[in-house]
T-cell receptor, first 109, second 113 residues
Framework: RKEVEQDPGPFNVPEGATVAFNCTYSNSASQSFFWYRQDCRKEPKLLMSVYSSGNEDGRFTAQLNRASQYISLLIRDSKLSDSATYLCVVNSRDDKIIFGKGTRLHILP | NAGVMQNPRHLVRRRGQEARLRCSPMKGHSHVYWYRQLPEEGLKFMVYLQKENIIDESGMPKERFSAEFPKEGPSILRIQQVVRGDSAAYFC???????????FGPGTRLTVL
């Protein structure tokens, strides 16, 4: 099983819809979880950290399921500007940070 | 603005030349990470450094690649005798403690002719 795994997509979603992606991780001892966003040919930018209790930031909700070893990202009322690649990040063994390969999201007008 | 700085933003080298990529972390950050991203691929971890120490270089190719983070000055990723396959975007990130959020620089796009 890969350390961090994401569905590469692309997810093609109409504007205004709700979309969700999951990311699975293999190391049950992982402690830190993040979602990053990367626009084409740009650097990744932190979208949000993922806390055990789940957290929300505007239209974005992140959740952690330790039992099943996955994190999720939900985007409500999607905007054209949400089109990007979303990277799941998990701290793995020996505190190494592992990036998933990303899920591509296209919001359609 | 105390964001992560990388230079140059674009670097063109001929096969066999050396490439030096520089990264200045955010103010107060002592942990630096280098990643490589090939076109249409994900980020690949290369090396993690603290001041004057390489902590984890498990992602670094065994030959031609080296990294340092001296007591003074930026972190340097050095690629000797570049080959076409080294063409990629190289991103640097910095953080406070390990395991904390990483903040990325704008990257250096290396093209090897």
């Amino acid at each position: 099983r890969k350390e961090v795994e994401q569905d590469p997509g692309p997810f093609n979603v109409p504007e205004g819809a709700t979309v969700a992606f999951n990311c699975t991780y293999s190391n049950s001892a992982s402690q830190s979880f993040f979602w990053y966003r990367q626009d084409c040919r740009k650097e990744p930018k932190l979208l949000m950290s993922v806390y055990s209790s789940g957290n929300e930031d505007g239209r974005f909700t992140a959740q952690l399921n330790r039992a099943s070893q996955y994190i999720s990202l939900l985007i409500r009322d999607s905007k054209l500007s949400d089109s990007a690649t979303y990277l799941c990040v998990v701290n793995s063994r020996d505190d190494k940070i592992i990036f998933g390969k990303g899920t591509r999201l296209h919001i359609l007008p | 603005n105390a964001g992560v700085m990388q230079n140059p933003r674009h670097l063109v080298r001929r096969r066999g030349q050396e490439a030096r990529l520089r990264c200045s972390p955010m103010k107060g950050h002592s942990h630096v990470y280098w990643y490589r991203q090939l076109p249409e691929e994900g980020l690949k971890f290369m090396v993690y450094l603290q001041k004057e120490n390489i902590i984890d270089e498990s992602g670094m190719p065994k030959e031609r690649f080296s990294a340092e983070f001296p007591k003074e000055g930026p972190s340097i990723l050095r690629i000797q005798q570049v080959v076409r396959g080294d063409s990629a975007a190289y991103f640097c990130a910095s953080s406070l403690p390990v395991g904390d959020e990483q903040f990325f620089g704008p990257g250096t796009r290396l093209t090897v002719l």
